[in-house]
C-alpha cells in the first residue's frame, strides 16, 4: 500500500449512505458496512457521519448503525435550524451526536432565528458543517452537456423523476462564507467548517473569513473541480492557510479512494510539508472534534 493511503485521515463530510432512487430496497446494515469498508480502504480511520434529519433514517435509528463502527464514526446530526429546538440540540448530544451539518436553509444561516442552535451548539463544543454556495448534482453544465454525453442525458432524467431530493425554497444566497463571520462574531468558541472552500464563486468570501475568525475552516470536499481550484487559484496554504483546511468525501463508496489519491497530487502540486499534509488529512479536524488538543507554538 502506498505510503499516502497509510497515513491518518478525518472525513469530516461524510453522509450516511442511502439509496436515493430506491430507499425502501436499501438495507442500513449493509450500505453502513459498504461505506466503512470503503473509508478503511482509502486510510480513513475517523468520519464524522451525517444522519438523520430531511431524509434518510432518524437520528436515533441511525446511531443504532453508526455505533457497528464506533471506531470509525463520530456521529453528527443533520439539522433544520427552522425546525429544530435547542432542547432537541441538547437530547441529540446527550445520546451521542457530536457535531451537526446545515444545508438548504430557509433563511440566511446568520439569521437571528438561529441563535438559539448556535448558542446551544457552542456550549457543548458541536462542530457544525455547513454547505457552501450552490447545491450540486445532476448535470455539471462545465464540463458536459446533454446534447453531446449520453450519461448527461441519463443524469438529467434521472433528476427529473426524483424531484432533485430538495426543497425548491433553496438558495445560495442564504449559504455564503460571510455568514460564518456573524456567527463567528456572536459565539467565538463555537466551531463552523464551510463545506466546499466555501462553494465555487465564493472562494475570496470563505478566505477572508477563515483569515480572520480563529474557529472558523473549510473542508475540500465537492469533487474534482474544488480539487482543482484549490491548486490553480492557490487557495491552499496562500489565500487559505493549513491550519483552516479539512478533508472530507461528499460522495459514494466507489469515489472516496479517488479523491484521497486527488489529495495526495494537491499536496505535491503545492509543495506541502509532511507536517502541513498531517494538518488537512487529520489534525484540524481532530482539534476542532476534541480528539486532540490544539496545538500551540513554544514560547
Known amino acids: ?24 430496497d436499501s438495507d442500513p446494515a449493509k450500505e453502513i458496512d459498504l461505506r466503512a469498508d470503503a473509508l478503511r480502504a482509502a486510510g480513513v480511520v475517523k468520519a464524522s457521519l451525517l444522519s438523520g434529519g430531511r431524509m434518510g433514517l432518524g437520528y436515533d435509528e441511525s446511531l443504532v448503525y453508526a455505533r457497528r463502527h464506533e471506531d470509525l464514526f463520530v456521529p453528527s446530526a443533520m439539522i433544520d435550524p427552522d425546525e429544530i429546538t435547542p432542547r432537541e440540540v441538547r437530547r441529540l448530544h446527550s445520546i451521542g451526536y457530536r457535531g451537526l451539518k446545515m444545508i438548504g ?81 456572536n459565539f467565538p468558541s463555537l466551531k463552523l467548517i464551510g463545506a466546499h472552500m466555501g462553494g465555487t464563486g465564493n472562494y475570496d468570501e470563505a478566505a477572508s473569513v477563515t483569515r480572520w475568525r480563529h474557529n472558523v475552516y473549510l473542508d475540500l470536499s465537492g469533487g474534482d473541480t474544488i480539487e482543482r481550484h484549490a491548486v490553480e487559484r492557490r487557495l491552499v496554504g496562500h489565500e487559505i492557510g493549513v491550519e483552516k483546511i479539512t478533508w472530507g468525501s461528499d460522495c459514494g463508496n ?6 484521497v489519491s486527488n489529495l495526495e497530487r494537491l499536496f505535491d502540486q503545492v509543495a506541502l510539508t509532511e507536517d502541513q499534509k498531517h494538518r488537512i488529512r487529520w489534525a484540524n479536524a481532530a482539534e476542532v472534534f476534541g480528539f486532540e488538543t490544539p496545538a500551540r507554538a513554544a514560547e
Open 105 to 185: 436553509v430557509r433563511r440566511p444561516y446568520d439569521d437571528y432565528k438561529y441563535f438559539g442552535v448556535y448558542q446551544v451548539a457552542e456550549e457543548l463544543d458541536m462542530p457544525i458543517l455547513m454547505h457552501m454556495g450552490v447545491i450540486g448534482g445532476g448535470v455539471d453544465y462545465s464540463i458536459t452537456h446533454p446534447r453531446r454525453d449520453p450519461k448527461a442525458v441519463e443524469s438529467l432524467e434521472r433528476m427529473v423523476r426524483m424531484g432533485r431530493n430538495q426543497p425548491r425554497d433553496v438558495s445560495a444566497i442564504r449559504m455564503r462564507p460571510f455568514h460564518m463571520d456573524t456567527i463567528a462574531n
Open 1 to 24: 500500500m502506498p505510503e499516502a493511503m497509510t497515513a491518518k485521515i478525518w472525513d469530516v463530510h461524510c453522509h450516511f449512505p442511502r439509496n436515493w432512487e430506491n430507499p425502501e
Open 254 to 259: 466507489d469515489e472516496i479512494g479517488p479523491h
